[in-house]
């Protein structure tokens, strides 16, 4: 295991993309910083939380892959990896907590990789990925940076790769403690249509889309597909 991404530098990148355009002119949009609170809690995160998905949304989406390199896009601790490698499957997480990292590092199997990066900018290859997974993660991106960090996924995916996406449902958008001694960090929920226009708009097919637990754990879990 290394911080390595195993791949090229991305190439050839196309900022004429009139939703990249709108992210890049506008830094601000994309520079909340989550990474410090993670790095506190990243030795307890995984006996202070638990999952937000289900095996069977899992096991849906490594049915629906057209090969075996996988993308854990925020892997905090990569508690992922198990499960994936156990599949099988070549399995790259990134983050950019050094503490949440450290931790998958040591606690990972030794044929998962990771790096530090920005969810946002990648820095692999295009094509370099059957599928991808975000679980949780796209809650702490601005909203009007959802769709720059999309097309990051569709880019580093090949033809007809899927992604595995979970979001919490609502309509809450700021500043939140998830554990509360800790500090807190930006979580932004979702409604379903709006974020499925935004998925759709990216350029992918849903597979799946299910709402779980409303009002309960308030979660969407949306499965995709690359055109």
């Known amino acids: 295991q290394s911080l390595s991404t195993n791949t090229e530098p991305a190439s050839g990148r196309v900022e004429s993309d009139p939703i990249r355009a709108a992210c890049l002119v506008c830094p601000q949009l994309y520079t909340v910083n989550v990474d410090s609170t993670y790095d506190a809690i990243a030795s307890e995160y995984d006996y202070l939380t638990i999952p937000h998905w289900k095996d069977k949304f899992v096991f849906q ?4 892959l ?18 994936f490698t156990s599949e099988g499957l070549e399995y790259t997480g990134i983050d950019f907590s050094h503490g949440m990292l450290s931790v998958a590092e040591h606690c990972s199997p030794e044929a998962a990789s990771f790096a530090r990066m920005n969810i946002c900018e990648l820095g692999f290859r295009s094509e370099a990925f059957d599928g991808f997974l975000s679980i949780t993660s796209y809650m702490h991106l601005p909203k009007l940076r959802l769709p720059l960090a999309l097309l990051e996924a569709k880019r580093v995916l090949v033809p007809s790769g899927v992604g595995l996406i979970s979001i919490p449902y609502g309509t809450h958008e700021g500043m939140y403690a998830p554990i509360n001694e800790y500090g807190k960090i930006l979580s932004n929920c979702w409604l379903t249509d709006k974020l499925l226009d935004v998925v759709t708009h990216i350029g992918f097919d849903i597979l799946c889309v299910e709402e779980i637990g409303i009002h309960s754990s308030d979660m969407i879990v949306v499965i995709v597909k690359k055109k």
């Open 61 to 64: 989406f490594i049915d629906e």
């Open 66 to 83: 057209p090969g075996k390199r996988i993308l854990d896009v925020g892997c905090g601790t990569g508690r992922n990896a198990i499960l």
